[in-house]
C-alpha cells in the first residue's frame, strides 16, 4: 500500500531530524537545554530538515578535513560560542526564513555575504 509506504519515509527522515538534534546538543554544550524551537531560531532556520542538512555538511567536512585537502562546500564561520553557521547557497532560501522569522517572531535577520564560500550567512540584529 503506497500511503503506509510513504508515511514509514515520512517517520524514518523525522527520526533522522532528531538524531541532528540529539548530534548538536552532544557537541554544542551550550545548545542543551534549549528546546527544538529555540534551537532552530539559534540557527535562523525553520525546519528541521534544514538543521540536518547543516549537520551532514559539517560531519562530511570534518571527514575530509581528516583525510586530505579536499575542496569542500562548508565554511568556516562561526558564531562566538564555536557553533558552526548555517550557510544558504540559495537566495531564495535566505529571503524565505529571514521572511519567516520576521512573520513568526518578529525577530530582523541580516544577511551578509560568507567571506569564504559561495553563499550567505543570517544574523540577528540588536
Ligand atoms: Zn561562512
Redesign the pocket.
Known amino acids: 500500500m503506497p500511503f503506509k509506504k510513504s508515511l514509514k519515509k515520512i517517520q524514518k527522515n523525522h527520526q533522522e531530524a532528531y538524531q541532528a538534534l540529539r548530534v548538536i546538543k552532544q557537541h554544542y554544550p551550550h545548545l542543551k537545554t534549549f528546546t527544538h524551537d529555540e534551537i532552530l531560531r539559534y540557527y535562523h532556520v525553520s525546519s528541521l530538515g534544514m538543521l540536518q542538512t547543516h549537520i551532514q555538511r559539517i560531519q562530511k567536512r570534518a571527514l575530509q578535513e581528516h583525510h586530505s585537502k579536499q575542496k569542500d562546500d562548508v565554511?568556516?564561520?562561526q558564531d562566538r560560542y564555536g557553533t558552526f553557521?548555517y550557510?544558504y547557497t540559495s537566495l531564495t532560501l535566505l529571503k524565505q526564513q529571514q521572511a519567516y522569522w520576521y512573520e513568526k517572531e518578529k525577530i530582523t535577520l541580516k544577511s551578509y555575504p560568507?567571506?569564504?564560500?559561495k553563499?550567505w550567512?543570517l544574523t540577528q540584529l540588536g
Open positions: 565554511c568556516r564561520c553557521k550557510l560568507c567571506p569564504y564560500q553563499g550567512h
